[in-house]
């Protein structure tokens, strides 16, 4: 499944299946972009990250991917599990800058 | 929570009273953050520290007043300016600039 973060903020699949979450972002003088998931009632934890001399980035079952030429960033999740149930968000800054921007989040909900 | 510990975990708060919100890191980094987040919105950063004796107000401060006496606290008061104050309140340390925050596992604050 997809989900563009800003219009369709729920996201649900199957377990196993991949998922992937947008975000568009609106300054293109950012330069450092973070992916954070949020579960219920709890903080943000840091998934990955990417800056913006780079195009791909791979983590444990976690890939994200930056096209700057759209400012569009992307998180994908291979073989989704229930415990990924959460809300993701993407965060923006700029080396130039004194803070992040963030998102508002897409709830990916797992189906069993 | 990656070594930032915010107390208390619920707090209620009654009309025309100030509560201080703790926010404590082990992680030795120098800027501190506080967010605010509602259902369904991004965080919102209310007040930002770079350095000890020294803050900056963010998008939303208005309401809010902070500290930074030491390099490891960064406290929160929600003071009775503040009309609409029930929400999820985050604490973020980062260790360097441009560079991923780290969150604390947040405080919930009512209104009784």
């Known amino acids: 499944g997809e989900s563009v973060g800003l219009h369709l903020p729920t996201l649900s699949v199957q377990e196993g299946d991949n998922s992937i979450i947008n975000c568009a972002y609106s300054?293109?003088?950012?330069?450092?972009f973070i992916w954070y998931k949020q579960e219920s009632g709890k903080g943000p934890q840091f998934i990955i990250d990417i800056r913006s001399n780079m195009d791909k980035r791979q983590g444990q079952r976690v890939t994200v991917l930056l096209n700057k030429t759209v400012k569009h960033l992307s998180l994908q999740i291979a073989a989704t599990q229930p415990g990924d149930s959460a809300v993701y968000f993407c965060?923006?800054?700029?080396?130039?800058?004194?803070?992040?921007?963030f998102g508002t989040g897409t709830s990916l909900t797992v189906i069993p | 929570d990656g070594g930032i510990t915010q107390s208390p975990k619920y707090l209620f708060r009654k009309e025309g009273q100030n509560v201080t919100l703790s926010c404590e890191q082990n992680?030795?980094?120098?800027?501190m953050y506080w967010y605010r987040q509602d259902p369904g919105q991004g965080l919102r950063l209310i007040y930002y520290s770079q350095i000890v004796n020294d803050f900056q107000k963010g998008d939303i401060a208005e309401g809010y007043s902070v500290s930074r006496e030491k390099k490891e606290s960064f406290p929160l008061t929600v003071t009775s300016a503040q009309k609409n104050p029930t929400a999820f309140y985050l604490c973020a340390s980062e260790g360097a600039s441009n560079e991923k925050l780290f969150f604390g596992s947040g405080t919930q604050l009512s209104v009784l």
């Open positions: 992680l030795n980094h120098d800027a």
């Open positions: 300054n293109s003088a950012s330069d450092y």
């Open positions: 965060a923006e800054n700029q080396v130039s800058g004194d803070q992040f921007y």
